[in-house]
């Protein structure tokens, strides 16, 4: 990274106000650390309109659980994303963690600035942009986030932010709860018993992220999220109604539009390796928008940075001599260590444990 730029990524780090401060201060020009090279950005307009992603109404589940199935091996197969609808997640939970989230990026600086840390092994964690700091990443993003770590070891209550405390709590539950079933109906959708994914410790631990994505000035030069996948097993998004995620299916760039009451789900890295391929986990990018804040949730049932000896590999009930393993083994440790150094630089992360 040249100096200059690490000069002011510092700069920047150093308010702790975030973009969010940025925007707080008028500005009407994007810093030079938030703009894209010239040249990359030529494909922002998703080139498939017509396509959308599968809509699964988990209702159906008491209908013809097989067709559920099908629905979901389907949509894990062939976009690695869905959305779903009767969840079981009240729309009052919804609503209110939208709510913290937007009331903990908006409170006042001083209490914000108390979670405001670099070390990802904090149960809360407030910054902007967990790679500021790596040279590869294309551009800093237009994001603020902040980070509560809600299993296996949940923060004291009165660890997590005032502004948000009840809310994350509840809006965990429910989403442990779904996560639950999501992987019954994704180890059913492998053809293997409906505990196994939950048996391999899956859904053993679960981030949730509070991003905000201030209103830009210039949205074309510029990315709320920049082109990556997740270092998760699945991730369970909440988004709000503005809109802005797209992901890559066939080459092309397709929006998720917001549906309301939906979560959307997707395929992380960890569960693409262990399906050997079967399940696929996309690239995917948020835009920065003129209009805002957009609020997002995202539970990611993933150990992030925390110590994790369990060795994971393709699991054997999938391989045969037709399928044999593409990928070696394992630990999660040693996976996001390696996605954390590298940064949203837009490539895969997933290619340095192939065969």
Known sequence: MEFESYNERKAFDETKAGVKGLVDAHITELPSIFRLPQGTLSDKKPSVSASTIPVIDLADVDVSREGIVKKVKDAAETWGFFQVINHGVPLSVIEEIQGGVRRFHEQDLQVKKSYFTRDPTQSVVYNSNFDLYNPSSLCVNWRDTFVCCMAPDPPNPEEIPLACRDAMIEYSKHVMTLGGFLFELLSEALGLHSEMLKSMDC????NVLGHYYPPCPQPDLTFGTSQHSDSSFITILLQDQIGGLQILHKDSWVDVSPLP?????????????????????????????????RISVAGFFSTNMLPSSTVYGPIKELLSEENPPKYKDFTLEEYNKGYFEKGLDGTSHLSRFKI
């Open 261 to 293: 009451g939906a979560l959307v789900i997707n395929i992380g890295d960890y569960l693409q390796m262990i399906t050997n391929d079967k399940f696929i986990s996309v690239e995917h990018r948020v835009l920065a928008n003129r209009a805002g804040p």
């Open 203 to 206: 859904m053993k631990a679960l």
